[in-house]
């Protein structure tokens, strides 16, 4: 089992700046990608932004240029610096890893984060 905690989230004013992290723990050895997904109220879950373990990244067109997401593998750590918030940012974050070498779909992830909450007012 692979456990994922979240940390960073909290309310920011449109344009402002958040830094989320993801430490992962437990059997570890064998997760290749990790990512982020959002979900916001009423919507579906959908991918923010992944990782594979060799630094290979790709995001969600809505993100691109303002996101960056990151991995430190000594740490066991997968952060996502959010530049550039909008209101429509708003959501609760999800880390994922996965045993798969890439995270494009719901259906490709293993594990789940609890979630932590991200707020853009306007």
């Known amino acids: 089992q692979v456990q994922l905690v979240e940390s960073g989230g909290g309310l920011v004013q449109a344009g402002g700046s958040l830094r989320l992290s993801c430490a992962a723990s437990g059997s570890i050895f064998s997760i290749n990608a990790m990512g982020w997904y959002r979900q916001a109220p009423g919507k579906q879950r959908e991918l923010v932004a992944a990782i594979t373990s060799g630094g290979n990244t790709n995001y969600a067109d809505s993100v691109k240029g303002r996101f960056t997401i990151s991995r430190d593998n000594a740490k066991n750590t997968v952060y996502l610096q959010m530049n550039s918030l909008k209101p429509e940012d708003t959501a609760v974050y999800y880390c994922?890893?996965?045993?798969?070498?890439?995270?494009?779909?719901?259906?490709?992830?293993?594990?789940w984060g609890k979630g932590t909450l991200v707020t853009v007012s306007s």
């Open positions: 994922a890893a996965a045993y798969s070498p890439i995270i494009r779909t719901v259906r490709m992830v293993d594990y």
